[in-house]
């Protein structure tokens, strides 16, 4: 099993696996030509572009949105995250998907409001990915620019290839967890879902 390779082959078996899914590279590619700061694909059409490979099933099956994540804290109005968003759909039209981009220095402005708890400002894309409401969704992907790919994965690979999805109690509360794991489940009954520490 993938899961249980050493960190930098399973590095390469992410890229190998993720490379199957063709919406996934063409949205980094043409992410790429944006130049948003602190930039990268993340969350869903990652790992469950895996967990399709995994369970046989096209690499596309069941992706909502490919989010991309930015950072940028020189200016914080929703006039300037609106000017990236349609810069992007410009950059993204003609993409057989929908692509979310947000501006991840912003997301304290609305947080609360959507999900009924506060959140503190985040210091950069890595800190809004740490937060996700399973560990399996800490993951980020962007092209650098000499090609290569750079990863950001702070809990690892292993429960994305082992098919196991860890609560990660940091910020999201426990019915956002409980209604992906629900979803998730329907579509990939092979997951063993962890359960939210009482």
Not at 34 to 51: E, I, K, N, R
Not at 87 to 92: D, E, K, L, T, Y
Not at 130 to 156: K, N, Q
Request: net charge negative; proline share 7%.
């Amino acid at each position: 099993m993938m899961g249980r390779l050493p960190l930098d082959e399973q590095l390469d078996a992410l890229r190998t696996v993720l490379s199957r899914n063709e919406v996934l590279t063409d949205v980094l590619a043409r992410t790429a030509t944006l130049d948003l700061p602190g930039w990268y694909v993340t969350a869903g059409c990652l790992f469950q572009t895996v967990w399709n490979v995994l369970t046989g099933k096209p690499s596309t099956s069941g992706i909502k949105d490919y989010d991309v994540f930015y950072f940028d804290g020189s200016d914080l109005s929703w006039e300037a995250e609106n000017t990236v968003i349609k810069a992007g759909q410009q950059v993204f039209e003609g993409v057989p998907a929908e692509v979310e981009i947000r501006n991840e220095a912003r997301v304290h402005l609305w947080y609360e409001e959507k999900f009924g708890v506060p959140c503190a400002p985040h210091e950069s894309t890595e800190a809004a990915i740490d937060s996700f409401a399973a560990t399996t969704c800490c993951l980020g992907v962007r092209l650098e620019p000499d090609g290569r790919w750079r990863v950001y994965a702070p809990h690892g690979l292993s429960d994305v290839f082992n098919l196991v999805v860890r609560p990660n109690p940091a910020l999201a509360p426990r019915a956002v967890y409980d209604a992906k794991t629900l979803r998730w489940r329907g579509q990939w009954p092979e997951l063993s879902v962890l359960p939210w520490p009482s």
